[in-house]
């Protein structure tokens, strides 16, 4: 099993309904970033979660880190079509030896239809 | 302007040849990094810089090798490619390391 594991690999949603994507570490978590990726595209940072019990937002994303459950979720509300896309997690496993190496998930493909 | 920028965007190339892909960022960062995005999207890291010095060197076969001329430039040289080496390549660069990474838009790598 992979050290990160995406739930679900892909998703196909109605505009303007809500999802939520989720990440598992197997290790423990010092950092958990959240990236979004369009085909061809670079990856785009979302948000970084460092804290136990932390949640951010931006916009109509919200992430939030459960340190205990080595679990982070991404939650966005109202999906539109610009939401659409590869969602990735990235996680600090390693803390302040890490070096900023992050391990992947092997990412959340989400369309929204119109 | 372009945070991070890579350069070539697609390659196509035969087996046996050596290539070079070009990383800059422009942000200022002490920490540059390759990775590697398989078929299956699994993102994975190469290699790490700090300040020119290599940090990481992850599993990676001796034909890929980095060098980082400067601060703001990480190439990544490959010789002898082969067509388990098709994937794309992404440069990231971050302040420091354990902050946030700003990644290049990707080289998509083709061996035939």
């Known amino acids: 099993s992979q050290e990160l594991e995406q739930s679900p690999q892909s998703l196909i949603v109605q505009e303007g309904k809500n999802l939520t994507i989720n990440c598992t570490s197997s290790?423990?978590?010092?950092?958990l970033y959240w990236y979004k990726q369009k085909y061809g595209e670079g990856l785009i940072f979302l948000m970084m979660?460092?804290?136990?019990?932390e949640e951010k937002s931006h916009e109509k994303i919200t992430a939030k880190l459960d340190e205990k459950k080595q679990q982070s979720s991404l939650h966005i509300t109202a999906s539109q079509p610009s939401h659409a896309g590869i969602y990735l997690c990235g996680a600090d496993n390693a803390g302040g030896t890490s070096y900023g190496k992050l391990t992947f998930g092997q990412g959340t493909i989400l369309t929204v239809h119109p | 302007d372009t945070a991070v920028s890579q350069t070539p965007k697609y390659l196509v190339t035969q087996m046996g040849n050596d290539k070079s892909i070009k990383c800059e960022q422009n942000?200022?960062?002490?920490?540059m990094y390759w990775y590697k995005q398989d078929s299956k999207k699994f993102l994975k890291i190469m290699f790490s810089y700090n300040n020119k010095e290599l940090i990481i060197n992850e599993t990676v076969p001796n034909r890929f090798s980095p060098k980082s001329p400067d601060k703001a430039h990480l190439n990544l040289h490959i010789n002898s490619l082969e067509l388990g080496d098709s994937a794309v390549y992404f440069c990231?660069?971050?302040?420091?390391?354990?902050?946030?990474?700003?990644f290049g838009q990707g080289t998509r790598l083709t061996v035939v």
């Open positions: 990231a660069s971050s302040p420091q390391t354990g902050s946030e990474a700003f």
């Open positions: 979660l460092q804290k136990g019990g």
């Open positions: 942000l200022g960062h002490d920490t």
């Open positions: 290790k423990t978590l010092y950092g």
